[in-house]
């Protein structure tokens, strides 16, 4: 078993601390509680921030920092009575080079007894940037769960998950429209799959103008698409529906110096909101809402196409 030789002389002691202390590739330092001085900064420390003699902490350890940093933790190392409290642990982005850090903080008592801060903290700026890509990644997720890749409109799930939580306004009107690109398959077999899918993207555009932003438009399959207008009566609805199929009919897509019309077939079914006691009941009443608005739809479709229908 290796024995560790006990250390006699203050200046051996002294020495074997500096030389642990200049081991460390953590920052280690030491300033005055009250008046922020730098007593100690350890190799480590001066190999980042520079010399330190003479100076405040904030002066050598932050960018441009002329008085105390807002964020400085002493207030938190002692309490009422200035006794210290023990170590608090935070993490921060140094305004100097940008890297972040875990610190640990802690007063205590110098060598001529006065209250000093002594801070360790580590670089830990490979774990926060590898924590930010697991976030932007679970947001990416989320979002393409919930998004049609094509036109960027809200997929099918979302339309429902939204309309659940709307469903639960009680005494509150509410609208579905319901539409379906007329003819789409001749789009697609006369002009190709990527000027059908422009067309799509050109339908969502065109549907978004005439939506105010509490409206939900998604893209549910297919050529079909699905509106739920909230605190919207059944003559408003019409009133959007009409307005969407005529932009259609009036704004045809240009593309590659040919101009393809698109026009669409609606349907509306409306509803003045009871009061939903379980989501199980939301879900109910959305699917009717939808039933009645896809029946309205086909009717339109029976009649003629490029109308607008409700449901009986």
């Known amino acids: 078993m290796t024995q560790i030789a006990p250390l006699h002389a203050d200046t051996d002691h002294n020495q074997a601390i500096e030389t642990i202390l200049n081991s460390l590739d953590v920052l280690v330092y030491v300033s005055d509680l009250n008046t922020y001085d730098l007593l100690y900064l350890n190799s480590y420390g001066a190999s980042v921030w520079g010399d330190a003699k003479g100076k405040k902490c904030y002066q050598v350890l932050q960018s441009a920092q002329n008085s105390p940093c807002q964020f400085c933790t002493n207030p938190k190392l002692v309490d009422s009575d200035g006794n210290p409290t023990g170590v608090h642990v935070w993490e921060f982005q140094n305004t100097q080079n940008g890297r972040w850090y875990q610190c640990r903080d802690q007063a205590i008592h110098w060598t001529d007894g006065r209250l000093v801060r002594i ?14 890509a697991l976030i932007e990644a679970k947001s990416t997720a989320e979002r393409l769960a919930h998004t049609d890749e094509l036109t960027q ?8 998950n939204l309309g659940r939580q709307i469903a639960q306004q009680a005494q509150q009107p509410l609208s579905f429209i319901m539409f379906d690109i007329d003819h789409f398959k001749r789009i697609n077999d006369h002009w190709g799959h990527a000027i059908g899918d422009a067309a799509l993207i050109h339908i969502a555009r065109l549907t978004q103008t005439k939506l105010s932003s509490s409206d939900i438009l998604a893209r549910l399959g297919g050529e079909e698409f699905g509106l739920i207008l909230p605190n919207t009566h059944h003559e408003q609805a019409w009133q959007v529906a009409e307005a969407i199929r005529h932009g259609f009919d009036t704004q045809p897509l240009h593309l590659d110096g040919h101009s393809i019309r698109c026009t669409a077939s609606f349907g509306i079914s409306s509803i003045i909101l009871p009061k939903i006691n379980h989501l199980d009941e939301a879900q109910t009443l959305l699917e009717s809402l939808f039933n009645n608005a896809d029946q309205a739809m086909m009717q339109a479709k029976r009649a003629g196409r490029n109308q607008v229908c409700h449901a009986a």
């Open 119 to 132: 801070e360790i903290a580590t670089d830990i700026t490979e774990r926060k940037q590898m924590e930010q």
């Open 153 to 160: 409109l809200y997929n099918r799930r979302a339309f429902f």
